[in-house]
């Protein structure tokens, strides 16, 4: 079957022939008859809530057929999916080593590689997203796990997830993905030879703003260690996010294709207007990184930013705040539009950020097009 023919199929209930959708299940414990079943379940069944019921476990599936993936496990959001891939990859003994982190890695991830890397002896190392194959000079020094975020979550740099996976392998570093931007359906890092895959479900996946949950995927013993790791931190989500979240998968393919057009229509009109100095869109032909975005990615999600010509930071919130269908969030992905001052938040130490004005990022939702560009033409007149 053809991938979105799968999607929608995938995470069906296993207990029923009669429901589309999987029961709700709420329970701590599940009881057994006899002790030997108690710790030694023959065949291996469900023993204990937190190893999660239906549908968490419909969902983990479904998550597994997206990436094609061996384990994945949930997190309760998407930060704390990138730090659960952090800490897996990490080696038993990471004591003296470094860890290479995208200089354009989400603000709460940098904040974790600053505080607590340094608790298990490693040091957090930031390189330029563009950094490409040449990465390899850095993993001359022993390195316990390579972070990579594609595109940046702000300034929106596409970097070369094969060489740089291929350059952490050839290294003996394990490899981690924020790919919250793709969602899993517009590239698949896995394919790209990345470990373990994380991404915030909170967003695209779940489309509706209404919970908050993460994900990681991996395969072979990447997946063996993800496992046994998911069990020993004790991670558990709730059944009812679960089930909003596998609801939402359904129509992902849906709204993630018309969430992409009207952004790219909405960033083509940017790239016109007269306040505008530059469009950080990877599907624009004007983008630097365009060549290599067509090469790993299938397609264009709703989320980018721009940069306001001579405008300030000030200036540049106050065009925000005269929106009306672009709300001001923080949060993506969900079927309504947001905007974001980004100038408080960037944080930069191997490669300074400099812009001609203010940043202003954008989650294009749902709405018509037509409205869209009418509410941003008349803040920014």
């Known amino acids: 079957m053809k991938r979105d023919t ?65 384990h994945v496990a949930l997190a309760q959001s ?10 897996t990859a990490l080696p038993d003994q990471p004591s003296g080593l470094q860890a290479l982190i995208t200089d354009s890695a989400y603000g709460p991830v940098r904040r974790f590689c600053d505080e607590e890397l340094p608790r298990y002896g490693v040091t957090p190392v930031y390189y330029d997203p563009r950094i490409g194959a040449d990465i390899a000079r850095l993993l001359e020094q022993p390195t316990a796990v390579v972070l990579l975020e594609a595109p940046g979550s702000l300034t929106f740099e596409v970097q070369d997830i094969a060489a740089i996976a291929r350059a952490a392998r050839d ?17 698949n890092p896995l394919e790209l030879g990345v470990d373990y895959a994380a991404q915030a479900l909170t967003k695209y996946v779940g489309g509706h703003s209404d919970f908050l949950m993460g994900a990681v995927a991996a395969r072979g013993d990447a997946a063996a260690r993800l496992k046994d790791k998911d069990v020993l931190f004790g991670g558990h989500v709730s059944p009812d996010d679960a089930y909003l979240c596998l609801r939402g998968l359904r129509t992902l393919s849906l709204r993630i294709e018309r969430s992409g057009a009207s952004g790219l229509a909405i960033a083509r009109q940017l790239e016109a207007h007269p306040k505008v100095s530059r469009v950080l869109h990877p599907g624009l032909e004007s983008h630097p990184d365009h060549a290599l975005f067509n090469r790993q990615f299938s397609g264009s999600s709703g989320c980018f930013a721009f940069v306001l010509d001579g405008v300030d930071a000030r200036a540049g919130e106050a065009i925000a705040e005269a929106l009306h269908l672009f709300r001001l969030g923080f949060s993506w992905g969900g079927y309504e539009s947001l905007i974001l001052p980004c100038d408080r938040q960037i ?7 400099n812009a001609e004005g203010a940043l202003l990022r954008l989650s294009v939702g749902l709405e018509d097009v037509d409205d869209l560009w009418a509410d941003l033409a008349q803040a920014l007149g």
Do not use: C, F, K
Request: zero cysteines.
């Open 6 to 70: 799968r999607l929608i199929h995938s995470g069906q209930p296993r207990r029923s022939d009669d429901l589309v959708n999987p029961p709700i299940e709420r329970a701590s414990t599940v009881v057994a008859p006899s002790t030997a079943e108690l710790y030694n379940p023959t065949p291996p069944r469900r023993h204990y809530g937190r190893g999660g019921l239906s549908p968490n476990t419909e969902l983990r599936d479904a998550i597994a057929q997206l990436y094609e993936a061996d």
């Open 78 to 87: 998407g930060l704390a999916s990138v730090i659960l891939a952090l800490r």
């Open 171 to 187: 290294a003996g570093a394990a490899s981690v993905i924020d790919d919250t931007w793709s969602a899993g359906l517009l590239m």
């Open 347 to 353: 944080r930069r130490t191997a490669v300074p950020w």
